[in-house]
């Protein structure tokens, strides 16, 4: 096999026009020279490596040098395609983490023409967007006087990977592909697979994750939520254009610092020297790691950090009974996230025509990798009765034994994830974090949508629609698919399917690539001319039923600064989806039945209101 194997990866570098086996001298030698190492004895140290299968694969996938530790004080990593709240969040992680790093600059249509320009055709558009973004940077890089081989030597690109059945389990191929066809062979590509969740490694001991990174990343990746949740949610109601967004970039910069400048926490600095076992021992290491998760999970690792960050959102002021119509955002992962070219600006332009966003957090895709995760294990414990039958016991009670326990465990997983969900929540003091519940989604979308299949977003577009238009949340479900992505056509079929079923079903799919903004705009135009007329006649039913009318309602909450407070926590009533008739429910109780305690206490800010509320709706009325 090996001898195959070296035959073949000779025959690939015939056609590559390159020498079979080299020996480097040196990184730069390596570097400039874009050779296959197979021995090397330079400054990337001493290894030698026989040709394997994984050099035959890389035949097809150009060999790399790889990142080395002692690499991190020059090698910037270079990474994007979330939005500017993560990555800013990220950044301030990988620096914390003693990396050089750098957000790439948001994709645009110059972006996706760099990379029509590099990567095979036919492909969705997401990859021509962030392929596209990361050649245009290079050569701006180039531009800037720096060399091609200095490039390739002193950046790398990071991304997450996947085995998937859709085209983003070819990602990375594609991005390797792209920049050897535009000058770059031999730029590093590390990834990420989201396949392993937390056992994932990069592969490259420059990267390497310590378990306060790990934490780090996750904290990092809730807080993006949460604040993009928060600027989506009182950009629409801001008294003040341009508040929200100011006050959430102070809020992300805020803890930003704090992951580049917190240390977490160490056994040292609490137990006497005397004490400690050796810092490199098992008994040091163990105890020290349990104290980390603690301190992440229960303790004090932001509890200072993110109340003064949520004083940055308290100075947003908000008016809430602007009627907007809900719009749920869906769709293709990166569609529906990226504030970008690549889905048309789509967020930005509903915020313009008068809609509140709603859009869906990376941690719901956390939480479905955890849930598919169990749901196979389940299928497959099924399937015991045949691959572990009960005429050999010891084998049959391992095979249900180790089934089980890894049922827990993911169970276990989502379940801690999720309450550390709405811990940070409540350290920022954001009002119903919304993260729908697997279960749900997967028991509506089975029905008509194979909850096993893979690709793209799965079943989650089809649980979403219902889930949301079941719980009444939105009054208009979009669904933002790129061009070229065939899960995300499946889903929109189905989902058309639905429509015509169920008519209280409100659904819009649109098609983003990088030209057809006008049409699509104009579309989602005319669903929101219906979708704000749903609007307009919830409030003005909803205000029929009060005990006060609007202007006194108005006046009360003009008298009232905690009611115009960005963080008010605005019950929501069943059956009703718009904000501002939600809010006129809440400010007619507190004016019917607490006025004057309310007046006395001056709420004790907004948490005696939701006291008082409590009250109003422990009495059923
Ligand atoms: S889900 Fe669709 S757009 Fe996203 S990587 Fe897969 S095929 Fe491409």
Request: with cysteine; charged share 20%; proline share 5%.
């Amino acid at each position: 096999m090996q001898l195959a194997s070296s035959a073949l990866w000779a025959l690939a570098c015939k056609f590559e026009d390159m020498p079979s086996f080299t020996t480097c001298t040196s990184i730069d030698s390596c570097a400039s020279k874009r050779l296959p190492i197979h021995t090397c004895e330079g400054n990337c140290g001493s290894r030698t490596r026989t040709v394997t299968d994984r050099d035959f694969y890389s035949s097809i996938c150009p060999i790399e040098l790889p990142f080395l530790a002692e690499e991190r004080n020059r090698v910037t990593i270079l990474f994007g395609g979330l939005t500017w709240k993560h990555e800013r969040l990220i950044e301030g992680l990988l620096t914390g983490a003693g990396y050089l790093c750098k957000a790439l600059p948001e994709t645009d249509r110059r972006a996706h023409e760099f990379g029509k320009e590099f990567c095979a055709s036919g492909l969705c558009n997401p990859v021509y967007f962030t392929v596209g973004n990361l050649i245009r940077h290079l050569r701006q890089l180039e531009d800037s006087g720096l060399s091609r081989a200095d490039i390739i030597k002193n950046y790398i690109y990071f991304t997450a990977a996947c085995g998937g059945p859709c085209r983003f389990g070819m990602y990375e191929s594609e991005f390797r592909l792209a920049l050897r066809a535009a000058g770059y062979s031999g730029f590093r590509v590390l990834s990420f697979s989201q396949d392993h969740g937390v056992f994932a490694s990069t592969g490259h001991s420059g990267l390497q994750f310590s378990a306060d990174f790990g934490w780090n990343a996750l904290h990092a990746f809730i807080l993006g939520d949460l604040l993009n949740g928060v600027q989506h949610r009182l950009k629409p109601f801001e008294m003040q254009a341009g508040a929200t967004e100011r006050a959430v970039a102070k809020a992300v910069s805020t803890i930003a610092e704090h992951f580049r400048t917190n240390c977490g926490f160490e056994l040292q600095s609490i137990a006497p020297d005397f004490l400690l076992p050796d810092r490199n021992s098992r008994w040091y290491r163990f105890p020290n790691s349990l104290g980390k998760l603690w301190s992440h999970l229960y303790g004090d690792a932001l509890t200072t950090v993110l109340p003064s960050a949520a004083q940055e959102l308290h100075t947003v002021e908000v008016d809430w009974l602007r009627v907007k119509p809900v719009v749920k955002v869906i769709g293709e992962f990166w569609a529906q996230m990226t504030e970008s070219d690549g889905n048309f600006r789509m967020l930005e332009f509903l915020e313009s025509e008068g809609a509140e966003v709603s859009t869906e957090p990376i941690s719901t895709w956390v939480l479905y990798l955890l849930h598919q995760q169990k749901a196979r294990v389940a299928c497959r414990q099924k399937m015991s009765i045949y691959t572990a039958p009960w005429t050999s016991p010891w084998k049959a009670i391992t095979a249900r034994a180790a089934a089980l326990g890894k049922r827990m465990g993911f169970t276990l997983g989502a379940r801690i994830y999720l309450h550390h969900f709405r811990r940070l929540a409540k350290l920022l003091s954001v009002p119903h974090p919304m993260l729908a519940p697997q279960e749900a989604l997967s028991s509506l979308a089975a029905p008509y949508y194979n909850t096993f299949l893979r690709g793209g977003e799965g079943h989650l577009e089809v649980g979403k629609t219902l889930y949301y238009t079941q719980k009444k949340a939105c009054h208009l479900v979009l669904a933002l698919k790129p061009f070229g992505c065939l899960p995300s056509v499946q889903s929109d079929a189905v989902q058309a399917a639905l429509v015509e079923r169920l008519p209280e079903v409100s659904f819009l799919p649109v098609e983003t690539s990088a030209d057809g903004e006008i049409h699509a705009y104009s579309r989602v135009q005319m669903a929101l001319s219906e979708a704000r007329a749903k609007a307009t006649a919830e409030f003005e039913h909803v205000l029929q039923t009060l005990h006060h009318p609007l202007d006194e309602i108005r006046s009360f909450v003009g008298e009232h600064p905690e009611l115009r407070h960005p963080l008010n926590p605005i019950p929501r009533h069943a059956g009703i989806t718009s904000t501002a008739a939600n809010f006129l429910i809440y400010a007619d109780h507190l004016m019917s039945r607490t006025l004057t305690e309310y007046a006395t206490y001056g709420l004790a800010k907004h948490k005696r209101c939701s006291t008082i509320l409590g009250q109003i709706r422990s009495t059923g009325e």
